[in-house]
DNA sequence: GTCTATAGGATGATAGAC
DNA sequence: GTCTATCATCCTATAGAC
């Protein structure tokens, strides 16, 4: 029992050193000697937790993905049955962004490296990703079918956009500037309702129309 | 003459081919002799054309913005200096997301592996980022003093927003999906005014205000 | 301009002591 | 569970022939 507890302890310490190095260097540039090192142990010990440098990636990249899925859910499911789609989406939008934040170790990790990994770590991770954009599929197509958003929607399109934008922010954002829950709020309001006082004489267009 | 075209020749074909390589597999996974192989010369070879390994990628992240700069700068220049902003705001997202995609090898290198180079190579490129940056600063504080954009507004966190969201697209855009010219009306019309129909009961509030 | 050859060091992974 | 020691391989960069 102590034994199991201190073995994921280990492991966990380890994931933590780890994606904090991936994040800052890149996956190839970090050395396991110096995911050891940074750990505490030496670099023929991982071997007795992880089989290889790919597990030890791959683990990393899913943590970064479900504790913002988590994250998300658990605020999308507090609210109340009738709440209107654009109260989701920007409690949706906030919970993402803490996430985000607070384990940036993980989820700059996985944003940054994700696509210069071999395709079998790609794929080990794929189904994480899109378990977690069904989420923001489902949310958006409810939105659209309520009304409240532009039914000339393509939702994919636009599930893309806003995650990338939040996502972006990890390479921009710095907390000393501003809280979190004022960069979600603020996002959310230009997504929704947009930077600008209002409408040109002609009509904008359709927005992220499903063809060209 | 011949001698200095063909040099020339040689060095951008070089780049082109560490472009692809680092975009793809990020900075430390490649080697000069992958570099070298992909180029269809021997690694040695390279140190004819440049002194290391970090003067390559200091190149490759100096093209890929200034090609995007450029074509930028041009849209605008073309307008007739009456234009409203917003259409310049429209006309400047079209030139980046076009040369962004154009140039993809050199502008998705530059984005995935800026954060994991060395200080010193990541602050011999920053004053060519800062000066785009000061272009889109200065169209966007133009439209907030014209009346065009929410005076509410945080310039510096705008534009990092907005030129963060257009380049997460390298990640996910399909050229076979929809045209560039699409994809870049549907995001400006959604950044400009919003994904919804309309704004809420309660005010949105101040979107990206300048304090917390 | 391009080549071959190589110096000097770091890497992922394994074997086996404790 | 953690250690040391090691293998085979790969790396950047240089030297010097052609």
């Known amino acids: 029992m102590a034994a199991a507890a201190k073995e994921g302890e280990t492991r966990r310490h380890v994931l933590d050193c780890a994606a904090?190095?991936?994040s800052r260097e890149g996956y190839a540039a970090v050395s396991l000697r110096g995911i050891a090192a940074e750990?505490?142990?030496k670099?023929?010990?991982?071997y007795y937790h992880f089989e290889s440098k790919e597990?030890?990636?791959i683990e990393i990249l899913n943590v970064g993905v479900q504790l913002v899925h988590a994250a998300v859910e658990r605020a999308i499911g507090a609210l109340p049955p009738q709440a209107p789609v654009a109260q989701g989406i920007g409690v949706a939008m906030e919970a993402h962004l803490q996430a985000l934040h607070k384990a940036s170790?993980?989820?700059s990790a996985n944003i940054r490296i994700f696509g210069q990994l071999p395709q079998s770590v790609q794929n080990a991770h794929r189904p994480v990703r899109r378990s977690y954009d069904l989420l923001w599929s489902e949310l958006l197509g409810r939105g659209v079918r309520s009304g409240e958003l532009?039914?000339?929607i393509n939702i994919p399109r636009l599930?893309?956009?806003l995650l990338g934008a939040m996502n972006a922010s990890l390479e921009w954002y710095?907390?000393?500037s501003v809280s979190v829950a004022r960069l979600a709020s603020d996002l959310a309001a230009v997504v929704l309702y947009g930077a600008a006082y209002a409408a040109p004489l002609a009509a904008p267009g359709p927005a992220l129309a499903r063809k060209a």
């Open 20 to 22: 904090r190095l991936f």
């Open 39 to 41: 750990s505490g142990i």
């Open 43 to 46: 670099a023929g010990s991982l």
């Open 55 to 57: 597990e030890i990636v």
């Open 105 to 107: 170790d993980y989820t």
């Open 150 to 152: 532009r039914d000339d």
């Open 159 to 161: 599930r893309a956009f």
């Open 174 to 176: 710095n907390p000393k």
